[in-house]
């Protein structure tokens, strides 16, 4: 991790190597996005931006990676959501996420990807790796013994309403009627949920583009 002292003269020249690396990935000029910087801008999310750029920049580096033009409908959120987040879990998926957009051997086309992501927190996203080591499902009972995780109903509706985690459902046979004509018997079936979660194809796909 870059770790930078805001009041000192090396946030200028973190600045200036965000810039340069950005300028690669986007045609227009970062001065007249302003993705960067901004009256509004404060200080602290300036320096989110440039230590999670700084992240981005080293697994570029360490991999050897040829990089491609970015989407601005991902690099905006990216920028935005990153520019909020001081988790340093979610900091390495958000550059995990950035670097699979700008890896020109990688098809990521999906642009949803950010606004799901600073829609996480750092526990939700623990309750989700958690299931997705051998494919686990999540019994909505409000904890996890082996990992000693803590969670309530409210991270559950929210992993559900991401599309992340879906309910099982199980078939209930009640009630019916007699047919006469052929002599068997019409049940009524419902389906209704057991409080057991698992991880959803789009999800196992989201988490996938947050990895290396």
């Not at 991401?162 to 052929?182: C, F, K, T």
Request: aromatic share 8%; glycine share 6%.
């Amino acid at each position: 991790m870059i770790d930078i002292n805001i009041k000192s003269s090396t946030v200028e020249k973190s600045l200036d190597i965000a810039k340069e690396f950005l300028q690669k990935l986007i045609g227009p000029s970062i001065e007249e996005l302003g993705l960067l910087y901004s009256d509004n801008v404060k200080m602290w999310r300036l320096k989110n931006q440039i230590t999670n750029l700084g992240k981005v920049k080293k697994i570029v580096e360490d991999e050897g990676l040829s990089l491609k033009q970015v989407n601005l409908k991902v690099l905006f959120p990216y920028l935005e959501g990153v520019s909020l987040e001081d988790n340093e879990v979610l900091q390495d998926m958000w550059a995990r996420l950035f670097v699979n957009y700008i890896d020109s051997t990688k098809n990521l086309k999906i642009n949803v990807y950010p606004n799901i992501l600073r829609q996480l927190s750092s526990n939700e996203v623990a309750i989700l790796n958690y299931m997705r080591k051998d494919n686990k499902t999540l019994q909505a009972n409000g904890h996890l013994k082996t990992k000693d995780i803590e969670f309530n109903d409210e991270e559950v509706a929210n992993l559900e309403r991401l599309g992340i985690l879906r309910e099982q459902l199980e078939m209930a046979q009640y009630g019916g009627s007699h047919d006469e004509e052929n002599g068997e018997w019409k049940w009524d079936i419902e389906e209704s949920g057991c409080g057991t979660y698992y991880i959803t194809s789009f999800g196992h796909e989201f988490l996938k583009a947050c990895d290396r």
